[in-house]
């Protein structure tokens, strides 16, 4: 399916115990440190998790091994969204507060599979080695 033809449409906040979103946001050895300068890291998820609550999950772990890339979040379609296609996307470099906006635009628009990101994401999608990806599998 491509992009332009999956339907782009406002979320409603998710039922408790329904499928969200989950959002990973590294915070180990690189990310969330302040090798990355210039962003208050503590103020990043603080943001995430008060525009996402009622939509998705947002979950700090230790390190994603993917410190080339720091600060990374991962963005985990919802059960629907993965129906209509949409795959974990793996987004490098988000070291401003506008990217973080639109990330949080995105998943308030469906997320993966359900509406198309803002084309500026685009610059902060990365492939990890499959290594990597493995470690966030279910």
């Not at 408790?16 to 990973?24: F, K």
Request: glycine share 10%; hydrophobic share 40%; aromatic share 2%.
């Amino acid at each position: 399916m491509s992009r332009r033809s999956r339907r782009s449409r406002q979320a409603a906040p998710a039922a408790p115990g329904a499928a969200r979103c989950i959002v990973t946001v590294c915070r180990g050895c690189c990310c969330g440190t302040d090798k990355v300068p210039g962003l208050d890291h503590a103020a990043q998820l603080a943001d995430l998790r008060g525009s996402l609550g009622d939509l998705a999950t947002v979950r700090p772990v230790n390190c994603l091994d993917a410190c080339e890339h720091a600060n990374v979040i991962v963005v985990q379609p919802t059960a629907e969204g993965r129906r209509a296609g949409g795959r974990p996307v793996w987004l490098g470099s988000v070291n401003d507060v506008d990217a973080t906006a639109d990330i949080t635009a995105w998943i308030r628009a469906g997320g993966p599979g359900l509406a198309d990101p803002p084309d500026i994401l685009d610059l902060y999608v990365f492939t990890p080695t499959r290594r990597i990806r493995e470690q966030l599998a279910p």
